[in-house]
């Protein structure tokens, strides 16, 4: 079965510092994987898809993640936090089993703050 | 143009009672999904839609649950008897079609508290 797990449910970061959050997947076939953010009490945007392009996936507001399939991670960085980074962000692989075909498999999520 | 709209955006009940929870996808995306957004659970996938049909509905928590699609548009997830248990934010998305790479767009959910 695939399945996602990201490590640390919370992560703070500084203004200014880079941004890591982790995201492992579990998956027998290729994998299509997926970045999702979600602000509070709003629904979750896409901010970068995986679907073996290119290894480097950039996405919007300057976030970028880097498929390895050795290391079966798909980790989401930025270069440098926002206070308006700070949300909760979800990686997710999308099914390829039967019936479900299509629907996102999702992490815990990892919530993001940055302080001033 | 339009996102994917969800109504009533906010829904308070009493235990037993029946709920209607409806998704207006983007004009023109064929696949539609349910996800539900729980404190305990996480996102948990509910059921999808290709067209009216929906192919696998293994993912409803019980029977109580129940999805339906018209005219290839608008959905309506159905609880009836609701429980405690049910108490979460509903999430619609849709896309173009169930394709690997097709974008899933979210609509903002439908919070369900059951009391």
């Not at chain 1, 949300?87 to 302080?115: H, W």
């Not at chain 2, 009493?14 to 929870?21: M, N």
């Amino acid at each position: 079965a695939q399945s996602v797990t990201q490590l640390g449910s919370h992560v703070s970061v500084s203004e200014g510092a880079l941004v890591l959050l982790r995201c492992n997947y579990s998956s027998s076939v290729p994998p299509y994987l997926f970045w999702y953010v979600q602000y509070p009490n709003q629904g979750l945007q896409l901010l970068l898809k995986y679907t073996s392009a290119a290894t480097l996936v950039k996405g919007i507001n300057g976030f970028e993640a880097e498929f390895k399939k050795s290391e079966t991670s798909f980790h989401l960085t930025k270069p440098s936090a926002h206070m308006s980074d700070a949300a909760e962000y979800f990686c997710a692989v999308r099914s390829n089993y039967g019936g479900s075909q299509g629907n996102l498999i999702f992490g815990k999520g990892t919530k993001l703050s940055v302080k001033p | 143009g339009a996102g994917v709209s969800q109504s009533p955006s906010n829904k308070v009940t009493e235990k037993g009672k029946d709920v209607e929870l409806r998704c207006d996808p983007i004009s023109g995306h064929t696949a539609l999904y349910w996800y539900r957004q729980s404190l305990g659970q996480g996102l948990e996938f509910l059921i999808y839609f290709q067209g009216n049909s929906a192919p696998d509905k293994s993912g409803l928590p019980s029977d109580r649950f129940s999805a339906e699609r018209t005219g290839g548009s608008v959905s309506t997830l159905t609880i009836q008897r609701t429980q405690q248990e049910d108490s979460a934010v509903y999430l619609c998305a849709s896309s173009l079609d169930w394709s690997s790479y097709n974008e899933q767009f979210f609509g903002p959910g439908t919070r369900l508290t059951v009391l």
